[in-house]
Every structure is written in C-alpha cells, then in structure tokens.
C-alpha cells in the first residue's frame, strides 16, 4: 500500500466519501418551489417569500413596510435550524465586497454577505490578510459571526471577537453604527448575534499584515497528543487535532508563520485511491473489530507539510455532506472530555468512521461566543455523514458535553433550551432582554430560536 499523507485524510475524499455517501443522495429530492434546504440537507423549509437587496436602504425600507416573520440567511452552512423559516428569508448575497480598508491599522470594512472564501484574496490586494479562519471559507461574513465561527489557536478568538464595528438593520427599519466605544453592551450582543438582533449589512475587522503560513501533519498516539498539548499549542500558532475514532491515534495539524516559497500540490489521484481502498476493505468489518486495522492504517500515514498564503493553509473544502455536533468545554476539561467520548464510541460500538476534531480557542468580550467570558475553551465535535439518522450517535454523546460544562455551537446541532443556556452564558439574560428590546414582537424568531431564548410569542 503506498504512503498516505494528511491531504489524502482530510481532504476532498474525507471519509465519508468511503461509506459511499454522495451529495447526489441529496439533490435527487425535488422539492417544491421556494424550498431551502441547509449544506447538510438536515433542514428544509418553505419561505413565503425570498427577499433580497440590492442596498441597505431598500433593507431598511423592507422591515419597515413589510409584515410577518423574517430570517436572514447567508450560505446556509449552520446544521442547527437557525434559519427556517415560513415567513420572509432575508439573503444578503448581494451586499459584498470590500468597502473601506485602513492600510496602517489593518482594519477592512466588508459588506456582510461577502463570503470569507472571496476575502482572502481581495485582503492580500491591499496587504492585509485575515487572523484566522474556520475549517472552511464558504461561509458569509455575517452568518460565520453571527454563530461565534472559529478556527483554532492558543492566541486567536472566534472571527467574532475581530468585529470591531458593525452596522445593523432592526426590524423597524433602523440603521445603527455599533462599536465598542459607542454601544458597548449592544455592539458585544450584536457580533454574535444568532440573527435574532436585526440584519447585519457590513463589518469592520481587525486584520494583519499579509502572511503565509506552513502546516505540518503527522499522525501519532491520541494519548502522547493530548499529553503534550500544552506545549504543542504553545509552541505553535494553529494546533489541532482529528482524533480517530475506534483507534488510538489522531491527526495532528501544527501551522506556523513562513517566509518559505509556496508549495502546495494538489492531492495526487493515487494517493486518494489508495486510502480509499484500504478503507472501503475495514468499513466492512464490525465496529468492534476495527481498531487493530485502524490502528494499522493510522501507522501508514506519512507526515506532510505544505507552505501556502495564509487563507489557503486556513481553511479547506469539504465535499462530501454531514451533520455535525460540537460543544466547547473549558480548556482544562477539554482532555478528559475527549477520552470519555472516544471510549464511549468503542464501548457502545458506535458505527461511525469519520474523525472528531479537537480544537483550542481563545476567550474573547462577545456575549454569546462559545468561548466569552474569563477561559479559554477547546472545542470538540463529533459528525455523521449527511445520509444516515444522526440523533441516536448525537444523543449518545451530548449528554457527555453536558457533563463537562460544555456550550453548544450555535451553528451546529445541540438540543438545548434557555434554561440550560442561561446557566452556561453569564451575559444570556442580557441578550435576551437587548433582544426583546429591538424585536418586541419576535418577528425574527423562528421554532428553534424561540426554544433558544425561551419565547412563546
Ligand atoms: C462543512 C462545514 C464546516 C464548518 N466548519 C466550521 C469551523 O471550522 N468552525 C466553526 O466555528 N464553524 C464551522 N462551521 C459552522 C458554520 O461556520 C456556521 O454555522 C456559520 O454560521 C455558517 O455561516 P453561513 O454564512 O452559512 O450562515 P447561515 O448558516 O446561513 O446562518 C447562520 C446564522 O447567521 C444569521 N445571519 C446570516 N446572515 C445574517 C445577517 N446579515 N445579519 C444577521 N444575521 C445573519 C442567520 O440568521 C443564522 O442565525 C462549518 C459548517 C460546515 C457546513
């Protein structure tokens, strides 16, 4: 079997694609007309109405002359049902682009639809380039903040906690400039806002100097990983981990700042298809007999590096469709959180191949981040390929997050409600009450955020 590499593990024919799971699966559903559906395919509604403005006037015109319920939308990437909506949905496509940038400060004003994937190159024209990133890039700017959207590192927050103004649309057709010196309690509820604030139409953020970065990965023993993971996120600028399940090993990504040249080829078709037959040949084999030829498989994947301009190193793209769950548990509980949901998916037999991901981020001053307030946080998350019934493997594990002190991705599937949120956000009755300030009558609610917030309006 020849050597594998980390591209082959992660990228486009991620594990999923070795199930068989196609998006074609998906789109051989012919809904009505007007549906939407999520990435994932886990949620479908049926809006009234599309509506999509050309500027932020005739958005505030909208809210201001139209009835019934709205929900703005972006690329549609959270798993949660955020977005659903019978009533009137909101698509910002149209307001993108770079607007203003600060050379000196590295600051850049975008409209908020623009995706992140269309940022990274337009920023590297004007010399700057974006802290961090998440997995993927296809988000929009106002959807990846209005969920605490992160990437990892000892140093680095959610994109959130890089907003430093915002402009926001209210349901009576208001436009407010938000900062941090001018509103401070309704700016730091409005950069993660869930869309339940108002539309947001434009962001300023907080940049660098454009870099390049080089990541290095290597597969090694789950326990050694989390053993030295102090001084591995120390050490370097982006650590994390893909802990294989039914195995005792994980995928370790060390990304670090370079001046070396450019150097990242594209995944080799061999390289995909040796994986690929390895894996379709375990996949036929009981959860319970997998380990020892998981093991074996983790041991044939080589280390590999890359070097590439920062937002190609950053982010990924990931074909194949799934459903994800993901808490983030206090940094000091992250290890022992881990271990307990890998051993629980070899005690239960859990038929599940694709890997978790293990990651640090850093405390920031929104309200509703997974990681606001005094600690830092490590992200955990667990996924499902997009075909198969998620909720048993889910409800298994959440209650283990739970546990843990764990804060659900608001962009992701959790089953909680104000009650258990209200205990783990310090700051959620505030938002609740800024909320209900600037939407009294729950025109921007729907059936999953009225459970979120506790609403009955
Ligand atoms: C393959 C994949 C990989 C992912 N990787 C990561 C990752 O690495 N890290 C991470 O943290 N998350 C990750 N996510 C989750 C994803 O980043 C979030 O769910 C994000 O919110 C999706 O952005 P979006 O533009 O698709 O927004 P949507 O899912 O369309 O909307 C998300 C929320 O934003 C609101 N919203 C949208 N536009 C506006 C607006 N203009 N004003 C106000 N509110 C608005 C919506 O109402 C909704 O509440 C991933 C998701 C997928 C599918």
Request: glycine content about 8%; charged content about 20%; some cysteine.
């Amino acid at each position: 079997m020849s050597k594998l590499t980390r591209r082959t593990f992660l990228g486009n024919t991620a594990l999923a694609a070795f199930f068989g799971t196609t998006s074609s699966a998906l789109s051989s559903v012919q809904d009505p007309p007007l549906s939407w559906r999520n990435w994932s395919g886990g949620e479908v509604s049926y809006p009234k109405s599309r509506f999509s403005p050309a500027t932020e006037e005739q958005l505030a015109r909208f809210f201001a002359t139209s009835l019934g319920s709205l929900r703005p939308v972006g690329s549609g990437h959270s798993f949660s049902a955020l977005v659903p909506t019978d009533g009137h949905l909101v698509v910002i496509d149209q307001l993108s682009g770079l607007l203003a940038q600060d050379e000196t400060r590295h600051l850049a004003t975008f409209a908020a639809g623009t995706r992140l994937s269309d940022m990274g190159p337009v920023l590297a024209g004007v010399g700057q380039g974006m802290l961090n990133l998440p997995d993927i890039d296809r988000q929009t700017l106002a959807g990846a903040t209005a969920t605490a959207t992160h990437g990892t590192g000892i140093d680095f927050k959610c994109l959130s906690g890089y907003v430093t103004g915002l402009r926001l649309i209210t349901v009576d057709g208001g436009v407010r400039d938000l900062d941090v010196s001018s509103q401070p309690d309704l700016f730091a509820a409005a950069c993660v806002s869930l869309g339940a604030l108002g539309v947001v139409s434009r962001m300023t953020l907080q940049n660098r100097a454009a870099y390049r970065l080089k990541q290095t990965t290597w597969v090694e023993k789950t326990s050694t990983l989390l053993q030295d993971f102090d001084s591995h996120t120390s050490a370097h600028r982006h650590f994390e981990l893909f802990p294989l399940v039914h195995s005792d090993y994980s995928m370790a990504l060390a990304t670090d700042e370079t001046d070396e040249a450019i150097n990242n080829p594209a995944a080799s078709p061999e390289e995909d298809a040796a994986f690929d037959n390895a894996m379709r040949g375990f996949m036929m084999i009981p959860p319970s007999l997998r380990r020892p030829l998981i093991n074996t498989l983790a041991e044939q994947i080589g280390p590999s590096e890359r070097v590439d301009v920062s937002y190609k190193i950053l982010s990924n793209i990931r074909n194949n469709r799934f459903n994800e769950m993901e808490y983030s548990v206090p940094v000091e509980a992250g290890a022992d959180c881990l271990k307990e949901i890998l051993a629980t998916i070899i005690d239960k037999q859990v038929d599940v191949v694709f890997p978790l991901e293990y990651r640090y981020v850093c405390r920031d001053d929104t309200m509703l981040s997974m990681s606001s307030g005094d600690e830092d946080h490590a992200a955990i998350s667990i996924h499902r390929v997009a075909t198969e019934d998620y909720r048993p493997y889910f409800d298994l594990i959440e209650p283990i997050f739970w546990k843990y002190g764990g804060r659900p991705h608001w962009g992701k599937i959790h089953s909680l409600g104000a009650g258990q949120l209200a205990s783990l956000y310090p700051r959620f009755n505030e938002f609740t009450a800024i909320r209900k300030a600037l939407d009294p009558q729950g025109r921007l609610l729907n059936v999953h955020l009225r459970k979120v917030f506790g609403e009955t309006i």
